[in-house]
T-cell receptor, first 108, second 113 residues
Framework: KNEVEQSPQNLTAQEGEFITINCSYS?????LHWLQQHPGGGIVSLFM???GKKKHGRLIATINIQEKHSSLHITASHPRDSAVYIC??????????FGAGTILRVKS | SAVISQKPSRDICQRGTSLTIQCQVD?????MFWYRQQPGQSLTLIAT?????????ESGFVIDKFPISRPNLTFSTLTVSNMSPEDSSIYLC??????????FGAGTRLSVL
């Protein structure tokens, strides 16, 4: 079993839809990252969470430390949101353990 | 924040040759990390590059295959040695700053023929 599990693996949405991507982990962490990877390979850090909730524009990330679960929400989705979204947890030694990623495609 | 410059952005190499990837950061950082992302896979940590000491390699990765240099607090290189088609991947460097925030380079897309 992977230490970081993401769901769904693939997601297709219509423009304007509310999107949720889930991440569950089984190890002790100091923080959780949500990352966005575009087709060229570059990765952008969207959020770093250790508790509660963060919001940036149309993106919202939440984490429940007790349940070892985090969600990334995208409101009013747009085709430019199409990317791979990766959950990564920060463990001992400042190492990141990555989920497999969720491939999101938003159709206009 | 930290801005990372990684190069080359992509390369096509012949089997048996070596490629050195460079990662330059605009501020001093203690730890730099090198990751590999094979086609259709998630990222896997290759090694942690520490300034002033040898890199720490993860299970399955060895120094002879992936030698790493870290001459100062703003620069590191990863060499992929004696390449085979199985080495075709995206290679990324990242840095961790205070507060555990992670920043990533744009990645190097390597194809080995």
């Amino acid at each position: 079993k992977n230490e970081v599990e993401q769901s769904p693996q693939n997601l297709t949405a219509q423009e304007g839809e509310f999107i949720t991507i889930n991440c569950s982990y089984s190890v002790g962490i100091s923080a959780l990252h949500w990352l966005q990877q575009h087709p060229g390979g570059g990765i952008v850090s969207l959020f770093m969470l250790s508790s509660g909730k963060k919001k940036h524009g149309r993106l919202i990330a939440t984490i429940n430390i007790q349940e070892k679960h985090s969600s990334l929400h995208i409101t009013a989705s747009h085709p430019r949101d199409s990317a791979v979204y990766i959950c990564a947890v920060l463990i001992y030694g400042n190492k990141l353990v990555f989920g497999a990623g969720t491939i999101l495609r938003v159709k206009s | 924040s930290a801005v990372i410059s990684q190069k080359p952005s992509r390369d096509i190499c012949q089997r048996g040759t070596s490629l050195t990837i460079q990662c330059q950061v605009d501020s001093q950082v203690t730890m730099m990390f090198w990751y590999r992302q094979q086609p259709g896979q998630s990222l896997t940590l290759i090694a942690t590059a520490n300034q002033g000491s040898e890199a720490t390699y993860e299970s399955g990765f060895v120094i002879d295959k992936f030698p790493i240099s870290r001459p100062n607090l703003t620069f590191s290189t990863l060499t992929v040695s004696n390449m085979s088609p199985e080495d075709s991947s995206i290679y990324l460097c990242s840095v961790g700053t205070s507060g555990d925030i992670q920043y990533f380079g744009a990645g190097t897309r390597l194809s080995v023929l």
